[in-house]
């Protein structure tokens, strides 16, 4: 099962691809237009029988707002321009026969949490597509994270490897060492190699903090220290760690077949290709995309 974190692609194409690219309307399409060669090149390296395509629709109305007013506020607010465009990948994925899936109150990332662990009820392994780091608190056996754009796969013993935490304590690690992309601020002090240190033989933050006195003798750098930053921002940990938790419970209406890739409406993607005014070549690589039997 193929889950992808669009979002990700869509951005990358924004702020990778010159907004001269215009459409016959003479609006951007630079986002767009990198997102399908993206997702052309996915669909035809990996051929999935069930896939689905999760959006950020709740770019300032995600539930994790109220945790924390200041969650993502370092982004700029989507423009109109941007908006438009994810509006036209996400008429794309339905032309193409996928899944696509959106919430005003969860992330993308919540979406595929709650399709990761459906798929796994059901002795399947899923591949997410994503750079997200986040994502992978969601791995079990059999499954990786796909940075498709590095040609990287990650399985839960390369994200050992990587942040010296298992993948279900991804949240904790992000707890104690924050996420500038979404503003999550973790511990002030705490990097990467202290937090896996703090994290080592299984330990979550509410067995760290239960008893905080051992930390200063452990045999990291600047022990004490550390054991006094964690008793400064024992509640920023906490809160850090519930916005970087993804939600594998939201009420999606739908079941395992529904997200089978149904194949492409070739009416619907040829009127979205002349809306967008694509050239031959990516035109010709969407329509040559076929679901398996």
């Known amino acids: 099962m193929l889950l992808v974190d669009a979002s990700v692609y869509i951005f990358r194409a924004w702020f990778s691809l010159p907004e001269s690219m215009?459409?016959?309307?003479?609006?951007?399409?630079?986002?767009?237009?990198?997102f399908a060669d993206f997702l052309a090149g996915l669909l035809a390296e990996t051929g999935p029988a069930h896939a689905a395509i999760a959006?950020?629709?709740?770019?300032?109305?995600?539930?994790?707002?109220?945790?924390?007013?200041d969650y993502k506020a370092n982004r700029e607010p989507a423009p109109p321009s941007?908006?438009?465009?994810?509006?036209?990948?996400?008429?794309?994925?339905?032309?193409?026969?996928?899944?696509?899936l959106s919430s005003p109150r969860y992330e993308a990332d919540d979406l595929i949490g709650t399709?990761?662990?459906?798929?796994?009820?059901?002795?399947?392994?899923?591949?997410?597509?994503?750079?997200?780091?986040?994502?992978?608190?969601?791995?079990?056996?059999?499954?990786?994270?796909y940075d498709y754009a590095r040609g990287l796969r990650l399985d839960p013993a390369a994200?050992?490897?990587?942040?010296?935490?298992?993948?279900?304590?991804?949240?904790?690690?992000?707890?104690?060492?924050?996420d500038a992309v979404d503003n999550i601020p973790g511990v002030a002090g705490i990097g990467a190699k202290t937090a896996a240190a703090?994290?080592?033989d299984g330990r979550d933050l509410d067995t760290l903090y239960a008893d905080l006195d051992p930390v200063a003798a452990m045999p990291i750098r600047g022990a004490a220290a550390v054991r006094r930053k964690l008793?400064?921002?024992?509640?920023?940990?906490?809160?850090?760690?519930?916005?970087?938790?993804i939600v594998t419970e939201v009420p999606l209406d739908l079941e395992h077949g529904d997200i089978r890739w149904?194949?492409?409406?070739?009416?619907?993607?040829?009127?979205?290709c002349d809306q967008l005014g694509l050239g031959q070549r990516l035109r010709q690589r969407l329509a040559g995309l076929r679901a398996p039997a």
């Open 115 to 145: 399709l990761a662990v459906r798929a796994r009820q059901q002795g399947r392994a899923v591949t997410i597509v994503s750079t997200d780091k986040d994502l992978a608190q969601l791995l079990a056996e059999g499954d990786c994270l």
């Open 198 to 200: 703090l994290l080592a």
């Open 262 to 272: 149904r194949g492409t409406d070739p009416a619907a993607l040829a009127t979205w």
């Open 22 to 34: 215009v459409g016959p309307d003479g609006q951007p399409i630079h986002a767009a237009y990198g």
């Open 82 to 100: 941007l908006k438009a465009q994810i509006a036209a990948c996400m008429q794309l994925c339905r032309a193409l026969g996928l899944a696509t």
């Open 231 to 245: 008793e400064a921002g024992r509640d920023a940990a906490f809160r850090s760690r519930e916005l970087a938790r």
């Open 159 to 178: 994200i050992i490897e990587r942040f010296g935490v298992r993948c279900a304590q991804i949240p904790d690690y992000l707890g104690l060492v924050g």
């Open 55 to 69: 959006f950020d629709e709740s770019l300032d109305s995600s539930f994790r707002n109220e945790i924390d007013p």
